[in-house]
């Protein structure tokens, strides 16, 4: 954090406001934090752990929307789309379905996401 959320005062790795005062010590806690998320999160997708990769995505996002964890949002929703559609072909519907239940948790407004559990809801109908 290079201002005070509260005043816009220029910070230099301080933890009370040099103009306003305030006690930023908690937001730095929690941006922190969001960063450690965000490793595990890309270290549980390099062991091919997605589901735990998605679930500490989703607490870091939350923490702090940071550039970095957005950019790695869309290549993990690109990647288990791909893997969704994987699952589909092979017609292994449930195993789809929870992946995408999943995968609405990062994004819940992911066009793709959409489409695709569409895809699924109308394989599982037409089953
Ligand atoms: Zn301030």
Not at 80 to 109: E, G, S
Request: charged share 20%; hydrophobic share 45%.
């Amino acid at each position: 954090m290079d201002r005070c959320p509260g005043c816009n005062a220029r910070l230099r790795r301080q933890i009370k406001c040099p103009r306003c005062q305030a006690d930023l010590s908690e937001i730095i806690g929690s941006e922190l934090s969001a960063q450690m998320w965000l490793s595990i999160a890309i270290q549980y997708s390099l062991d091919s752990k997605m589901g735990q990769s998605v679930e500490a995505l989703v607490i870091s996002i939350r923490l702090k929307k940071t550039k970095l964890a957005i950019v790695f949002r869309g290549f993990l929703i690109m990647q288990q789309c791909q893997y969704v559609l994987h699952l589909l072909a092979q017609k292994q519907l449930l195993p789809a379905k929870q992946r995408l239940y999943n995968l609405r948790l990062l994004f819940p407004y992911s066009q793709q996401l959409r489409q695709i559990n569409l895809f699924a809801d109308y394989l599982w109908v037409n089953d």
